[in-house]
């Protein structure tokens, strides 16, 4: 069966220092990932998604990056942290060649990050 | 503007009664709608899916229902346990693009 594992669960970091936040699929090949921000209030927002190792697109502009150096694996940076990135980030996959939607997503159980 | 509205925004109610929760889209061209709970600190879980031709559609004591013309989904919980506290998320997609259209959630909280 398939896995997805997240971590750190939650994470503290001050303004300015650096994030790195990761993401690996178990039990599947060549999945799409997908990196999600949830703020309180709000619904959830794509950050970036990847169809294949060292393909990444950007949904949203802004203080983060993503890279995926192998199959299964999903890291989601920044270099400066901004207050504004504080949060609930989420991966996902979904089977790779079927059309988002027409299958769900699974997520991790995500990070709480909290820039002070 | 593709857009999915969600209500009430939260909602209270007693183990053992039903409770029906709102979805109004505005997305197009429409695919599917997608219904996922979401328990307090975890990642969300699909109960559901509704595409254009489905009306109603149950997943043990979850039930959705789907009015394509009116553009409005609502998801009713029969016999509500203690384990459905958790917030309730509609998700609209459409035939192009990686981005999904989510709705802010419904938050249920079901106390003895």
């Known amino acids: 069966s398939q896995t997805i594992h997240q971590w750190p669960a939650t994470l503290v970091q001050p303004v300015g220092s650096p994030l790195s936040l990761e993401c690996t699929v178990e039990?599947?090949?060549?999945?799409?990932l997908y990196w999600y921000r949830q703020a309180a209030g709000r619904g959830l927002q794509l950050l970036f998604y990847s169809v294949g190792i060292g393909q990444i697109s950007s949904e949203v502009p802004q203080n983060l990056s993503a890279s995926r150096p192998q199959d299964r694996q999903f890291i989601l940076s920044s270099k400066k942290l901004l207050l504004s990135d504080s949060g609930f980030y989420l991966c996902?996959?979904?089977?790779?060649?079927?059309?988002?939607?027409?299958?769900?997503?699974?997520f991790g159980n995500g990070t709480r990050l909290t820039v002070t | 503007k593709n857009q999915v509205e969600q209500s009430p925004q939260s909602l209270i109610i007693l183990e053992g009664k039903n409770c029906t929760l709102q979805?109004?889209?505005?997305?197009?061209?429409?695919?599917?709608l997608r219904w996922y709970k979401q328990d307090t600190g975890r990642g969300p879980v699909s109960l559901t899916i509704?595409?254009?031709?489905?009306n109603t559609k149950s997943n043990g004591r979850y039930t959705a229902t789907l009015d394509a013309d009116t553009k409005q989904s609502s998801l009713h919980i029969t016999a509500s346990q203690l384990s459905d506290s958790a917030s309730y998320i509609c998700?609209?997609?459409?035939?192009?693009?990686?981005?999904?259209?989510f709705g802010k959630g419904t938050s249920l909280l079901v106390t003895p």
């Open positions: 998700v609209v997609s459409t035939n192009s693009g990686y981005a999904l259209n």
């Open positions: 996902a996959w979904s089977p790779a060649r079927v059309r988002v939607g027409n299958s769900p997503l699974h």
């Open positions: 509704m595409t254009f031709s489905e």
């Open positions: 039990g599947t090949s060549n999945p799409n």
């Open positions: 979805c109004n889209y505005t997305v197009s061209p429409f695919s599917n």
